[in-house]
């Protein structure tokens, strides 16, 4: 039930040392690295385990994962690594493949690529320290030289991607057999922090779970309920009368928030304003964001409903609150998108340039709403959808 924090502790507990044996086993499986003599004049990258209990969407530990990582910050660029970018998923995406499978009558299921990172393939001549605790006794002084890229390595998102994208593309989209090792998880339920109800009646997507874990770690699961996040005539500004706060908690509450947004855009808005104030934040703007959390107290269980629509239509709409921000007197653009009655998309941002007139902020506001449609349209387009 422990999550080991020191290798020392771990191999005090047989649990852990199955779950790191379990992990090196899948580094021969894949066959991701060779046990060389230490090269001279070449970078030896440290390691060191991480060890996760896995939960479920109820919170309770399913299993002990120990994770062995790369060093990546003692990493050089253009002898260690060259290119890092690898393309991910938007959240934007998952929703709309939920309300697609809704209108479409599809369950979906999850699938898991077991150590994901050790498929990929890279290019660059790296190594590695032995894993700590499991040295070799003959050869205590060798190093690992990789063969494929590790967790940690600045490179293993782009070369775990090359990888699949690849072989997907090599299949024709084909299901392939006995190219990764995987796990069938069953039916789609908890996914990156979101928990997924599928029902005839809809799917309700929602976290609750991850609420109710912000306010416990910010000590506030026993505040007062606030019935809105932000208070109407809410005038938020610099301040350098009002006392400053631990600026590392703050932006701590706002980056949370900020992936709370995923299923909650009531509170998008008033995240978006508190967000602004992270370099220098007051008492003022602490107050603000914990009433935010007071409003999440009474609200914990609210999510998205997607549900089938008759009229399965792309719509979008904008508004923009001129020069709404008192400091840099620049206006605030609002749109969200909906596929039939299925709310996919929505954003609240601060313009980058000064509008000179209501007009020309709602033009500004209107050409972004209209980016994001253009790309949900390419997107049913890929789902062969005709009915948009």
């Known amino acids: 039930m422990m999550e080991p924090s020191k290798i020392d502790e771990a191999l005090k507990d047989d649990a852990w040392i199955v779950a790191m044996q379990e992990e090196l086993n899948q580094f021969q499986r894949n066959d991701v690295w060779t046990l060389v003599p230490k090269p001279s004049h070449k970078n030896i990258i440290g390691t060191k385990w991480v060890f996760r209990n896995k939960l479920n969407e109820q919170g309770e530990v399913v299993r002990n994962k120990a994770r062995l990582v790369a060093q990546g910050y003692s990493q050089q660029e253009g002898i260690d690594y060259t290119e890092t970018f690898a393309p991910v998923a938007r959240l934007e ?73 690849n072989f997907l593309l090599e299949k024709g989209f084909e299901k392939g057999k006995d190219e990764f090792e995987m796990s069938m998880m069953g039916e789609l339920k908890f996914f990156l922090g979101i928990q997924i109800n599928q029902k005839k009646e809809g799917t309700y997507v929602h976290q609750s779970k991850y609420t109710k874990e912000l306010l416990k770690k910010f000590n506030l699961d026993d505040c007062k309920i606030m019935n809105t996040p932000m ?71 609210l999510g998205l409903l997607y549900k089938k629509s008759n009229d399965y239509v792309l719509n979008g709409f904008c508004d923009a609150d001129y020069a709404g921000d008192k400091i840099e007197r620049k206006s605030t653009s609002g749109n969200c998108q909906f596929v039939g009655e299925n709310l996919i998309s929505w954003a609240s941002k601060r313009q980058t340039t000064i509008a000179l007139s209501t007009a020309e902020a709602e033009y500004i506001s209107a050409a972004k709403c209209c980016t994001q449609l253009l790309w949900l349209k390419y997107q049913l387009e890929d789902y062969q959808s005709q009915t948009y």
């Open 93 to 165: 995406a998952i929703r709309l493949l939920l309300s697609y499978a809704v209108n479409h009558g599809i369950t979906l299921y999850q699938m898991d690529v077991k150590s994901a990172f050790l498929n990929g393939f890279i290019s660059e001549e790296v190594y590695v320290k032995q894993p700590p605790g499991f040295e070799d006794i003959s050869n205590p002084e060798h190093v690992f030289k990789l063969k494929k890229s590790l967790y940690g390595l600045k490179q293993a998102p782009r070369a775990w991607y090359d990888r699949l994208s």
């Open 231 to 301: 208070h109407p005539t809410t005038n938020m500004g610099k301040s350098d009368d009002e006392g400053k706060v631990d600026q590392k908690v703050y932006r701590g509450m706002i980056g949370s928030l900020l992936y709370l947004t995923a299923s909650r855009p009531d509170i998008l808005f008033s995240v978006c304003l508190c967000a602004r104030f992270q370099s220098d934040p007051r008492e003022s703007h602490l107050t603000a964001v914990k009433r935010i959390f007071r409003y999440l107290k009474g609200t914990t269980n």
